[in-house]
T-cell receptor
Framework: EPEVTQTPSHQVTQMGQEVILRCVPISNHLYFYWYRQILGQKVEFLVSFYNNEISEKSEIFDDQFSVERPDGSNFTLKIRSTKLEDSAMYFC????????????FGPGTRLTVT | LAKTTQPISMDSYEGQEVNITCSHNNIATNDYITWYQQFPSQGPRFIIQGYKTKVTNEVASLFIPADRKSSTLSLPRVSLSDTAVYYCLVGDDSNYQLIWGAGTKLIIKP
């Protein structure tokens, strides 16, 4: 069964540093997403990406964040100048159709900012 | 954007049928209802999706009344491994910002 993969599984970084979280969506999917989940809290939508551009973004997704699809397979989330409160699980997801339909989530990257 | 309301937590026992109800009073005409399951430290996993009436797959059933203002996820004969958080979401292609509520924490006891 095809699956979404994410690397690294755990990233530790110092406050103020930049991190890039990587995702490989399912190959025939057209819609890509990033979510965040702070430990013990609910899943929070960050951004959706379709046709090589951002479709929608939440209030959380400010200038500190950016996404990119650098090639035909990878989908990345860049977080600049990390803050302690950026520590969370970051999930990538993809779907064949739009956001209201079945999304396949990756295993997540645990980001720890120290 | 349709907001959903679910019980914060539920307990049940192995072998029982569990029903989790979600309220979505302002669901739009084009919205689908989707349920996800999440285990600790894992990404959410799609369980089932429906628009109206009843949908059944190999793991669950989804009951949606005619007014679509609520839905019920039914898990038949649960086991300990069904202990997880269950999220109800509503939306369609135009609702890119799906709102995730707190979900229902289901605990299955032996």
């Amino acid at each position: 069964e095809p699956e979404v993969t994410q690397t690294p599984s755990h990233q530790v970084t110092q406050m103020g540093q930049e991190v890039i979280l990587r995702c490989v969506p399912i190959s025939n999917h057209l819609y890509f997403y990033w979510y965040r989940q702070i430990l013990g809290q609910k899943v929070e939508f960050l951004v959706s990406f379709y046709n090589n551009e951002i479709s929608e973004k939440s209030e959380i997704f400010d200038d500190q964040f950016s996404v990119e699809r650098p090639d035909g397979s990878n989908f990345t989330l860049k977080i600049r100048s990390t803050k302690l409160e950026d520590s969370a699980m970051y999930f990538c997801a993809s779907s064949e159709r739009g956001m209201g339909y079945e999304q396949y989530f990756g295993p997540g990257t645990r980001l720890t900012v120290t | 954007l349709a907001k959903t309301t679910q019980p914060i937590s539920m307990d049940s026992y192995e072998g029982q049928e569990v029903n989790i109800t979600c309220s979505h009073n302002n669901i739009a005409t084009n919205d689908y209802i989707t349920w996800y399951q999440q285990f600790p430290s894992q990404g959410p996993r799609f369980i089932i999706q429906g628009y109206k009436t009843k949908v059944t797959n190999e793991v669950a059933s989804l009951f949606i009344p005619a007014d679509r203002k609520s839905s019920t996820l039914s898990l038949p004969r649960v086991s300990l491994s069904d202990t997880a958080v269950y999220y109800c979401l509503v939306g369609d292609d135009s609702n890119y910002q799906l709102i995730w509520g707190a979900g229902t924490k289901l605990i299955i006891k032996p």
